[in-house]
């Protein structure tokens, strides 16, 4: 690739926009409405089930117990299914870095390096190079099945789903006509959110500061308090089954093979860490030499990734009570690469960190990734729970609702923003609503879709098809 013929390609907003404008004639804003499964639409549980190759079996009926909690949890759980239905939608051909898993329950509030409380998009498993408008779909679909379950009528609804992409549709207005670096700079302060939910309401603004104050609570001090506990004057992490096991505590034939059994040694914890180290700025590897690893532990998080290797471990520095936890997560393709085609990593851990620190207006300093020398599984690292905070979406009413999808779609926005053609993006979008109305439309149409596959999966389990252990 010509990099300067590229750069100036980019820069030229004014003709990128005409060409967005150019893009209407060929897929109509209109023509992202509907929603109708294809006669050969893949069975949504075999998806699952192909998901499951792979994983630690035995925490199999964790996840899908959780997936039968509701609609919403099958939705959060079922991002292969959504990717599989997004594949044969229609597309620009503007391409973002994409979030991949792009729902309600996958932003949040963290610190940034320098303490500074953040709202952002919070998970990145699923990241990788793709149409920008797969993003959206996915958070408008999620806003309205969500919203039908607290009880909302169903021009609500569609409304809150209208909503969101007008919020996007104007930020991406705005971020096109903003200088490179003050895309890169933009961030979403709390303190920002906390007036909106004010001017919400005044439940809204009690329940956006109860959520501030409780992360700011979350620091890591705080974590290890949670985690760990001490014993004959060592800290060590806690044994709370299923969801926390210390690896010293548990038969490793229950996280892996006999094969992997045979050859793992303390060569290959050296090997991981050492490769971890040399994923990260040269700073953080001699601020992460005062430290050493103490204890490990597997730890069961989340939804659609239970199954998947997550282990934190315990780091002890040079001081009294001197401690760090960081977790490293099994990096597995995205659901969005059998679609999309093989990116150009070296590892899938890589991808996740690149997309994360591509995304974010400002990312773990912790972050880094290792792949496995002896069974060839890719990891990524990063700080466990360090000021972080999510919304509870299911006490929220109407109009907390809409602030809240409005401030995750501005985040959205400038995630793309960053990584994307956006003034292409702007040019297509336009100003009046006709493609805010499109998505209004899909997100319902694929709300139902999800229901019906949310039906398909309460029968898999009550048929012993999928295996299912509720209330963990």
Known sequence: MNDKKDFNSISKRSESIKKGKGLRSRVPRRCHSSFYPTFDRPDPISILQKQDEGRIQHLLPIKYGRMLESPFAFLRGSAAVMAQDLAVSPATGIQTILCGDA????FGIFATPERKLVFDINDFDETYLGPWEWDLKRLAASA??????????????RELALTLAKVYRDAMRHFAKLQTLDIWYFNVDVGDVQKAFRRTSKKAGKSSKELVEKARTRTQRHTINKLTHFENGKRLINHEPPLLVPLRDMGFEKVMGEEELRIITDQSVKNAWTQYMESLPLERRYLLKHYRIIDAALRVGGVGSIGTRCTIVLLEGGSQ?????LQLKEAGESVLETHLGKGSYTSTGQRIVVGQRLMQAASDIFLGWHTSKFTNLDYYWRQLK???????????????????????S????????????????????????????????FAVAYADQTERDYNLLVKAVKSGRLPAETGV
């Open 321 to 325: 009570n001197d401690n760090l936890i």
């Open 103 to 106: 729902h309600l329950s996958n």
């Open 386 to 408: 360090d000021m972080k905070g999510s919304a509870d979406i299911s006490a929220m009413d109407q109009e907390s609702l809409h602030t809240y999808l409005s401030v995750c």
């Open 410 to 441: 501005l985040c959205l926005a400038r995630a793309h923003a960053r990584t994307a053609d956006n003034a292409g993006i702007t040019g297509y979008l336009g100003k009046n609503d006709s493609f805010p109305k499109a998505i209004g439309d």
């Open 144 to 157: 309205v099945v969500a919203a039908r379950e607290k009880g909302f009528d169903e021009n609500v609804c």
